[in-house]
């Protein structure tokens, strides 16, 4: 199928205006006589939900959280970028588009990325509207700083909390319109189906995951807003009920899948300890404003580190290597995420990590220390601090901090078009749950943005659009469509309850996340990722006949809500896989050990591969069919991506 | 674990922890025994190894909130040992570590004990009380669009830092669980301190303590005495003197109001 971004016409700074003008409206007064359904109240949901609200749109709002407040955006520490050029450094809007385009390793769609640059400094003004506490100076202005990837200081924060004080001005804007009866909230309801009935998005099946009840949910138009899916991963910085069911679910119901396997490995998390741990942390990139990273110069010296015949502060500065700065001096500590991680995997690939497994590097805040004062670093990152701490048992203001790459964000997820829109009509995608701003790798500072900037600035403009076409009907859950994908909700409970073999979800869930970090991680190669696709393969038929669940349906059970997304993570997997395979370059998060230059940076292949791989479903156990959305460059030029 | 504590030896644990199967059943505490636990488990990594241990033999396993597991969705909710989030300051339960326990240790786990939270199952509890105070008035009344330049409004820092503390609450409820009376003056002062202190909020800053504490009372919270135990007992430090400006905010309001209600 011919994939339309439906990119307007124009010059890159007149399409938002010039298509915000052409879009239809609809009239004040019908506005109350249309039902929307959003999927997920974090950044881009709750967003979403409460400007649709204002608008004068009737909402519903669906998590499986016990409140809007606890979607993983809350956890989001470092900052949100916006082209205010407060700094007067040099920043405006096409500088943030064109790092981002660039940062993005080419791989993004103009327009929507220009636009996303556009409507960022109306976040901050939102934002500081609702009360959200930001940082700021003493003359009472906002502050801002530096964030990997970019040279000017454009980013936003609330100390290390910056995703915390932005989702609760969020929630806070939705519980407003819930006060005022304009949303309807539906907590600890997950989205097990998507209803297409003609043709179009018609409404959505859920299960309260307190009484088991199967609900069918109708409403004109649907907003999925439910995040990435890095937990496929098992080992994530995602919290533990993120997932991808929401969207995998409308991708077999005919939305489009594009660029699964773009995922990103963040550079600084904490390392990994034992077989029985259930998530990785987040150390926020902005320490890499004021730390540096670091390994033994030599292998020996690391060796007997790890073993701990010396001690860190045995290592004199000529011992040490400062790797990132060495290889990238014009951009140091902050080159953008893959070429810190990539990077990082490197040093210890050598035998130079550091830690009793090997498998960390150093972040040394020393020299910030020493330059200002405990107090100043304290100020900064306190939280973080803090935070390490309770997990290492280690003071960082005394020992550098140990860190490693792990999975923190999807670039890939649900196709949209310009306007948000996926392939099923009526159905929208909005924040991580969709491909459309990051390309192949995201710069730090830029999810919180865009998750706000399609919730707040685009979903209310562009919905209309589309409602203004569909006749002011009252919906119901009539159509032939609801009962058929409430049956379907059903069966597949009863089935996954029916199995009683002998494994767990969190076993399955464990292997799934193995295979995929060590053939679909940061290194893939041809070789890794075919083994990998009959590992996963013979993973679903495993997991369908020895599956052990315990309980009933019509209760609180949460081991068969997790059954239910190991599932459709299974599936994922394997599309990732395929995803992974087709792309015979390198860009961005995705790194195929055959694609690099002689230097071990990423080789792109911009005259073959320079499309968005939107894969569509075909059926049950069959191959999915890849489709293209060439992407056209017009105002930037592709080249390798440079940070030396 | 990597570096920190090579010599941390497993432990072996005694749980006691309520176990109720439904909001109306008669619920009562059972005894689990847990092996091998290492010390740099967190307490819910901990109680996961339970759950697999119930879940392989069969067993129900014990419902519990949980989600960022990085102390910052407010999601989890344990009373352990009779106290929130149990024996660490300034911690929640998921950054809790087993290294502040010790092999043979017996532990009680107990849901948030208070009316307004009613048990949804074994530790899991409804907090949508808190939701409804916010809605009546957790916010500045401000639609998406419109809003003036962001540096239009400066804030001294030192306001803005103070406005900030207020709004890290992250909304678990471990005051109220902690306080003898169950009150959730805390959470409450907490978002009613932030706009307090900001011009943004200052529009609606009588009508938004009122309606709030009105909804606070409707829930059934209890009353505030002046203890301290939910500051002492806070996850995230939300201080004390926030409840000193709700109720300077609170008769403030109530001594000029045009709400006759």
Same mark, same amino acid.
């Given at each position: ?66 409140? /809007? ?26 500088? %943030? ?35 959200? /506490? ?39 804007? *939705? ?48 907003? *999925? ?14 919290? !533990? ?105 490197? !040093? ?51 020992? /550098? !901090? ?11 997820? %649900? ?27 995201? *710069? ?7 998750? %706000? ?68 991680? !940061? ?51 394997? %599309? ?46 069959? /191959? ?21 | ?26 619920? $009562? ?27 392989? $033999? ?132 907490? $978002? ?70």
């Amino acid at each position: 199928m011919f994939l339309d971004s439906k990119s307007p016409e124009g010059p890159l700074a007149e399409k938002w205006d010039q298509h915000k003008f052409n879009v239809k409206l609809v009239n004040p007064a019908n506005k109350r006589k249309y039902d929307v359904i959003v999927v997920g109240t974090g950044l881009a949901g709750a967003a979403a939900a409460a400007s649709l609200a204002e608008l004068g749109y009737n909402v519903h709002a669906f998590t499986y959280h016990d409140s /809007p407040r606890r979607a993983h955006s809350i956890a989001a520490q470092g900052g949100i970028n916006a082209a205010k050029n407060y700094q007067n450094d040099g920043d405006s809007v096409f500088r %943030l588009f064109y790092d981002t385009i660039k940062g993005g390793d080419y791989r993004a769609r103009e327009a929507n990325v220009y636009r996303l640059a556009q409507v960022s400094v109306s976040i901050i003004d939102q934002c500081v509207a609702q009360g959200v /506490p930001f940082a700021r100076e003493y003359g009472g202005l906002l502050a801002n700083r530096s964030f990997g990837g970019a040279q000017v200081s454009r980013t936003f924060y609330a100390r290390g909390q910056t995703g915390q004080q932005l989702l609760l001005g969020a929630y806070s804007a *939705l519980s407003r319109q819930v006060a005022y009866g304009k949303v309807k909230l539906h907590t600890r309801s997950e989205m097990l189906d998507l209803v297409v009935a003609d043709g179009k998005a018609a409404g959505i099946v859920t299960r309260n995951l307190l009484t088991g009840a199967i609900e069918n949910h109708a409403a004109h138009a649907v907003v *999925l807003a439910t995040g990435g899916y890095g937990n496929v991963f098992y080992l994530s910085t995602n919290a !533990m009920y993120c997932n991808v069911t929401a969207a995998w679910r409308a991708h077999k119901k005919g939305a489009y899948f594009a660029n699964p396997c773009f995922t990103q490995i963040h550079p600084t998390c904490i390392p990994v300890s034992g077989d029985y741990q259930s998530k990785l942390t987040l150390m926020s990139e902005s320490l890499r404003n004021d730390g540096r990273v670091w390994v033994p110069k030599t292998k020996e010296l690391a060796e007997r580190l790890r073993k701990g015949e010396i001690k860190v502060k045995d290592l004199k500065e000529d011992d040490r290597d400062y790797f990132l700065e060495r290889k990238y001096p014009a951009f140091g500590n902050l080159v953008p995420r893959d070429v810190a991680s990539r990077n990082a995997k490197q !040093m210890c690939d050598e035998g130079r990590g550091v830690g009793s497994t090997g498998l960390a590097v150093y972040l040394d805040f020393a020299d910030i220390i020493q330059r200002t004062s405990a107090e100043a670093v304290s100020q900064k990152y306190g939280n973080l601090f803090e935070m390490y701490e309770k997990i290492t048992d280690e003071n960082p203001y005394e020992l /550098p !901090m140990r860190i490693y790459p792990a999975v923190h964000y999807t670039m890939g997820g %649900l196709w949209v078009d310009y306007n948000l829109q996926t392939t099923v009509p009526g159905l929208y995608a909005a924040g991580e749950c969709n491909f459309s701003d990051h390309g192949a790798n995201r *710069l730090g500072a830029s999810a919180l943005m865009q998750g %706000l900037a399609d919730g707040y600035f685009v979903i209310p403009y562009t919905i209309g659009d589309y409602l203004a076409k569909t006749a002011p009907k009252p919906v119901n859950t009539e159509h032939p469509a609801f009962a058929e994908a409430g049956k379907a909700v059903q069966e597949r409970t009863a089935k996954l309850l029916s199995i009683k073999g002998n494994r767990t979800p969190d076993q399955f869930h464990k292997v799934l996340g193995h295979i995929m970090w060590e053939y679909c991680g !940061m290194a893939r190669s041809a070789e890794g990722l075919t083994h990998a696709k009959a590992e996963i393969q013979k993973l679903k038929r495993e997991f369908w006949q020895d599956l052990k669940l315990t309980g009933t349906n019509e209760e609180l059970n949460q081991a068969l809500e997790k059954a239910g997304r190991v599932a459709d993570f299974i599936e994922l997997g394997e %599309l990732m896989i395929d995803d992974a395979l087709d792309r015979n370059e390198s860009c961005g998060g995705h790194f195929r050990e055959e694609y690099q230059t002689p230097e071990g940076e990423a080789l792109r292949d911009d005259e073959n591969y320079a499309y968005v791989a939107a894969w569509e479903f075909m059926g049950e156990n069959q /191959p999915e069919r890849l489709n293209k959305e060439e992407l056209q460059f017009e105002n930037v030029k592709l080249t390798q991506r440079s940070y030396k | 674990m990597a570096g920190s504590n090579p010599n941390a030896k497993p432990m072996n644990l005694t749980l006691n922890v309520w176990r109720q199967p439904s909001p109306k059943a008669q619920g $009562k505490i059972v005894e689990y025994q847990v092996k091998d636990i290492s010390p740099e488990m967190s307490f819910l990594e901990m109680l996961d190894v339970l759950n697999e241990d119930l879940l392989h $033999k069969g067993e129900d396993p014990v419902a519990f909130d949980h989600d960022c597991r990085e102390g910052i969705c407010g999601s989890c909710d344990l009373f352990i040992n009779g106290r929130s989030h149990g024996p660490e300051k300034g911690t929640t339960t998921c950054q809790l570590h087993m290294r502040k326990f010790s092999d043979g240790d017996t532990i009680t786990i107990e849901p948030w004990r208070a009316n307004s939270f009613p048990i949804n199952k074994d530790l899991s509890v409804d907090r949508s009380a808190f939701d409804r105070i916010i809605q009546a008035g957790g916010y500045v009344s401000v639609n998406t669009g419109g809003a003036p330049d962001g540096n239009e409004i400066p804030i001294p820092k030192d306001i803005a830092d103070r406005a900030f503390e207020a709004a890290t609450c992250i909304g678990c409820g471990a005051c109220v669980a902690a306080c003898k009376n169950a009150s959730a003056m805390l959470f409450v002062s907490a $978002k009613v301190s932030q706009l307090a202190l900001l011009p943004q909020g200052d529009v609606e800053r009588k009508t938004r303590v009122e309606n709030m504490v009105a909804q606070m009372d409707i829930e059934g919270f209890g009353a505030c005495t002046n203890i301290g135990s939910c500051a002492a007992e806070c996850p995230v430090g939300i201080s004390l003197e926030n409840i000193a400006i709700l109720n300077r905010e609170f008769l403030t309001a109530k001594a000029t109001s045009n709400n006759l209600a």
